[in-house]
């Protein structure tokens, strides 16, 4: 076995725990998770409250307000998405 093999080994199992995210003191998610929750939450709720409409539980102000949201969390998610591809495909087009 090769000295050399051995040591790279080593100092990349000790520097990988770096890159680690830190961990929210509070316990709550951070980040990207926190977003994805708080958008599915948001999609969650507007159709509770179609349900509820469909049903006759809700007045149609509730509703219309729950589409609004719903309708944003979506173009927001969708304008993120659009970005992410769009920073992915201009780093696939960089010269090595």
């Given at each position: ?49 179609a ?27 969708v ?7 769009e ?10």
């Open positions: 076995m090769d000295i050399r093999s051995s040591l790279a080994a080593q100092q990349y199992a000790a520097t990988r725990p770096a890159t680690a995210p830190k961990p929210d003191p509070t316990g709550q998610p951070n980040g990207f998770s926190r977003l994805a929750n708080d958008f599915a939450t948001t999609l969650q709720q507007g159709e509770q409250t349900l509820s409409a469909m049903t006759g539980g809700a007045d149609a102000h509730a509703l219309v307000q729950a589409l609004a949201q719903t309708e944003l969390a979506v173009e927001t998610a304008t993120v998405r659009d970005k992410v591809v920073a992915y495909q201009e780093i696939l087009r960089m010269p090595v």
